[in-house]
């Protein structure tokens, strides 16, 4: 099923906060969101063996080949967010259930669609 909100979080050397921030979102039990992160540090630690333990469906990671600049890396992860709503984190932001909850329920109470 595709998901109504993804959740984008668009990062460049910083593991530690990613993988917070992502398991933080993980913990958020709505089906209807997309966790995607899109990695801009091609020389850096490899953030994806972080999350080798994911086996959730809603969770996606992508390694830039090259460094593409922050605002294009912006750009990418959106493009590649499967639902037609992105909200964009950075990955040192908290985020609670109740907000992304809100953003799902308007989404859903105005059936707002592309």
């Not at 099923?1 to 992502?22: D, H, R």
């Not at 979102?25 to 999350?51: A, C, K, M």
């Not at 959106?78 to 329920?105: H, P």
Request: glycine share 6%; with cysteine.
């Amino acid at each position: 099923m595709k998901p109504v909100l993804s959740i984008v979080i668009p990062t460049y050397g910083a593991p530690e906060s990613t993988e917070k921030t992502v398991r933080n979102l993980l913990g958020f039990y709505d089906e209807d969101i997309e966790i995607l992160v899109s990695d801009n540090d091609p020389t850096g630690e490899q953030i994806g063996d972080r999350f080798d333990d994911i086996k959730d469906s809603r969770f996606s990671y992508y390694r830039n080949k090259t460094n593409i600049g922050r605002s294009n890396n912006i750009v990418r992860a959106i493009e590649l967010a499967k639902a037609d709503f992105a909200m964009l984190c950075s990955s040192e932001d908290v985020i609670y259930q109740e907000g992304v909850d809100a953003v799902l329920k308007t989404i859903k109470k105005h059936r707002i669609s592309q």
